[in-house]
C-alpha cells in the first residue's frame, strides 16, 4: 500500500508561545476499502523524551477535518514536527 495524504495546519507565533491549529488531512490511503482511523500528532524537535507531543482526536474519514488548536511554549531551538 501506498502511503500519501497531507496535513493542513496553521502556525502562528505570539508572546513567546506556539499556536498550531490542525485543520483537516487530505488524500489519506484506505487500506481494504475502509476509511482510516485518523489523526494528528505534533511535537517540538528535538525533544528526545516527547515531552511536547500533542495528538488530535481519532476521526474515521479519508478527508478527516479536525479543527483543534494545540500550543507549546518553549521555543528555543526547536521546530515543529507533524505526523499522521
Known sequence: MKIQGCI???LQYSKGALIVLIKRALNLACPNGQPPSAYVKSY?????RRLT???TRVVKQSHPLFYEMVS???LTWRFVNFAT
Not at 517540538?44 to 528526545?48: A, I, K, M, V, Y
Open 8 to 10: 493542513e495546519a496553521c
Open 72 to 74: 507549546n511554549i518553549d
Open 44 to 48: 517540538l524537535q528535538p525533544d528526545p
Open 53 to 55: 507531543k500533542r495528538k
